[in-house]
């Protein structure tokens, strides 16, 4: 298939700017080489609703590929220049499917751009309880995650941030496989989860995440065992891991 790759940013990216809707749009076949922000990035900062978006038949690898996926809501309020006289109200992000996507080998670069750091967890998340992300389904999703993290960190508690756009403000997640906040219908099927570097946060955490759907899930968490799916005012099916409940430290 055709090699994506950018240099600065994302491979594919839907937004910043972001005031008008986008709809129907289909990938497949495709590798992604690089991306020091993400390998596909969809972010409504201006208002739009986005929808009914696929990606099949991808892969994702490569050192300089800063996060496999990254999905979020936000609200900019005066559009992309905050000049804007107008005001935008949050958009939407829903019906996006994710289906045999294999992210591999990806997140190692020891010398990342300034104030940046070399991996970010895949992160899927709304605006708040009001303006949830979703539906999104990921079928046949494989992630193999660098992992290294601490058990410090999993009692991370991310600051939301609603004007920034980029997964590094954020800063470290609280799970290596997936961090999902302020969503609805999530769907996880036949998808597997696995880490390189042994690593003491969850597989997944679920945040304010509600209706969600796993089945056929399995987490290889490199003999680390325990709690590998955290939840914190969540709903749904959830695979046989190791749920637990998730209780951070409060955001500062």
Request: with cysteine; net charge negative; hydrophobic share 35%.
């Amino acid at each position: 298939g055709r090699v994506f790759a950018s240099t600065w940013c994302n491979a594919l990216q839907f937004g910043s700017a972001t005031e008008v809707d986008m709809h129907d749009f289909e990938f497949e076949d495709l590798q992604i080489t690089r991306g020091p922000k993400s390998g596909i990035g969809i972010v409504s900062m201006d208002s739009a609703n986005i929808s009914r978006v696929s990606f099949t038949n991808i892969s994702i690898h490569g050192a300089d590929v800063a996060t496999p996926i990254y999905i979020k809501i936000g609200n900019r309020v005066h559009g992309e220049t905050n000049l804007s006289s107008n005001r935008f109200p949050p958009g939407s992000i829903a019906n996006v499917s994710f289906t045999d996507i294999r992210a591999y080998d990806w997140g190692t670069n020891p010398n990342p751009k300034p104030g940046h750091a070399s991996n970010y967890t895949l992160t899927i998340e709304g605006l708040n309880a009001s303006y949830p992300v979703g539906p999104i389904k990921l079928e046949r999703l494989a992630v193999e995650a660098p992992g290294g993290g601490t058990a410090e960190q999993a009692l991370i508690d991310p600051p939301l941030a609603p004007t920034d756009y980029q997964p590094r403000k954020e800063g470290v997640r609280p799970s290596w496989g997936l961090f999902v906040r302020y969503a609805t219908g999530i769907e996880f099927v036949d998808s597997a989860l696995s880490v390189v570097q042994s690593d003491e946060r969850p597989a997944l955490v679920m945040d304010n995440a509600l209706g969600s759907n796993f089945s056929g899930t399995s987490v290889d968490d490199a003999g680390r065992g325990g709690c590998q799916l955290a939840l914190r005012n969540a709903s749904g099916q959830w695979p046989d891991v190791g749920v637990c409940e998730w209780a951070p430290n409060a955001a500062e």
